[in-house]
């Protein structure tokens, strides 16, 4: 009988093929050519086959909507390097679990990488605990065979991940450090906590010449990265990201909001327009707000001068990104500090004067536009992997999954489950 190829397994012939159509059962008998060497389970040493065999059941890729398993004898034997009583090594069975083969096992990954691990569970009619088990497992192979890809431009950016802490933990350990590749727009590596450590260990993983390959490093505005940059990355540029220089602007324009609000008086109709539903108005840009809310303001203004004066301050800013060059950006930056000084407004003149002391990264920017936008939108993907429940108790786990989704962890740059 002709067997077709897709039923040939190495060093096996393929002698039987029966169905239990009621059971959606099935089964692929093989037999083993006793020629073929006989390799310890364990060491992969040449053992001889003298220890008797055992009949296995593998699990295989489903036929026709049919569980499938291929029906063997499996050969025992003493190996003399593990000095123990060995079962023979099977090339075509998972390192994940001796029950599946390696293609099924392969194509189990391949669809936690797309889909949460409880419906690929349902969908297999396999068990949640065993199915996660085999997706960490395989992405933890994945890891140990990893390399990091050489990256020039690099962005580094803070995720949170859970909320509770564990003993001796503080709040730096809730986070990842995600380092993303910004040419490739890829995350090449996550490391636990957003301390100077965590992207220390990057630097130190890729080694010193790839470092010194490093051109930019956009980073958010925490001490511990740049100070890293500073040690490892001798010819990098460090760029703060406008993201989160645009969050702490924020946030001093609406604490000024909140001042003027309290100074405002009691019970009068201009405090009743400055807090509530109103408050996030004030960071709006004005060609964004609508016609109510810009009618609204407008009688703020009236009320007050100072709410004005925020809003130019606040305007100026929204256009100090656009500036061509770093003495255009200076020019808007120290206009908007002399509003400031000039309206009283502490939060803001606070904000001015920090960032004053920071010109010399904050200038970068103009150099090296390093647009926020992946890390922002790595961010969402990292959310959406946390909300599917993907097993984030487990740290290690969650990791890969942002190695597995984001990065190169994947079937679509591993294509082969027989390279790992
Ligand atoms: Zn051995």
């Known amino acids: 009988m002709m067997i077709p190829r897709i039923f040939r ?38 053992i001889k086959p003298d220890k008797g065999c055992y009949k ?20 025992k034997g003493h190996c003399s390097s ?61 890891l140990s065979n990893y390399k990091i890809p ?67 490093v956009a980073t958010d505005m925490h001490d511990g990265y740049g100070a890293s ?22 946030d001093a324009v609406n604490e000024t909001r909140k001042q003027l609000h309290e100074e405002a008086q009691k019970g009068s109709e201009e405090q009743r327009l400055t807090r509530g539903k109103f408050r996030f108005m004030f960071l709006k840009k004005s060609s964004r707000r609508s016609s109510i809310e810009r009618q609204h303001i407008e009688s703020v203004f009236e009320e007050n001068k100072q709410f004005l004066k925020l809003e130019l301050v606040k305007e100026r800013m929204h256009s100090f990104f656009n500036a061509r060059t770093a003495e255009d950006a200076y020019e808007i930056f120290d206009e908007i500090g002399g509003w400031a000084w000039q309206s009283d407004l502490v939060p803001l003149m606070r904000w001015h004067e920090f960032m004053s002391k920071k010109w010399s990264i904050l200038k970068n920017y103009f150099e ?27 740290m290690h786990y969650f990791k890969l999954k942002i190695l597995q989704t984001c990065g190169y962890l994947n079937s679509r740059y591993i294509t082969d489950p027989y390279m790992l």
């Open 9 to 46: 397994f190495a060093n096996y012939e393929t002698v039987d093929f029966k169905e239990y159509l009621s059971k959606n059962k099935i089964e692929i008998h093989l037999k083993r050519n006793m020629h073929a060497r006989f390799l310890c389970g364990h060491c992969k040493s040449r």
């Open 368 to 394: 090296h536009r390093v647009t926020s936008g992946l890390a922002e939108g790595m961010n969402h993907v990292i959310k959406t992997l946390k909300r599917k429940g993907f097993g984030y108790r487990n």
């Open 82 to 142: 593990c000095k123990k009583t060995r079962s023979e090594h099977i090339n075509f069975i998972s390192k994940e679990t001796p029950h599946k083969t390696k293609d099924y096992s392969w194509w189990v990954g391949r669809l936690c990488e797309i889909s949460p691990v409880s419906r690929v569970a349902e969908a297999l009619d396999e068990s949640a605990s065993s199915t996660w088990r085999l997706d960490y497992s395989r992405m933890k192979r994945m």
């Open 229 to 250: 940059v500073r040690q490892y990355c001798p010819q990098a540029t460090l760029v703060w990201d406008r993201f989160h220089i645009m969050q702490q602007f924020d």
């Open 150 to 216: 050489k990256a020039t431009r690099i962005c580094v950016d803070e995720v949170y991940t859970r909320r509770k802490k564990e003993k001796g933990e503080t709040r730096d350990d809730l986070f990842f450090t995600i380092i993303c590749d910004l040419d490739t727009r890829r995350v090449i590596w996550v490391s636990y906590s957003r301390r100077k450590e965590a992207l220390d260990e990057f630097f130190l993983i890729i080694g010193k010449k790839a470092c010194e390959k490093i051109t930019v």
């Open 56 to 75: 296995v059941e593998v699990q295989h890729l489903p036929l026709f909507n049919n569980h499938c398993y291929l029906v063997f004898r499996k050969y």
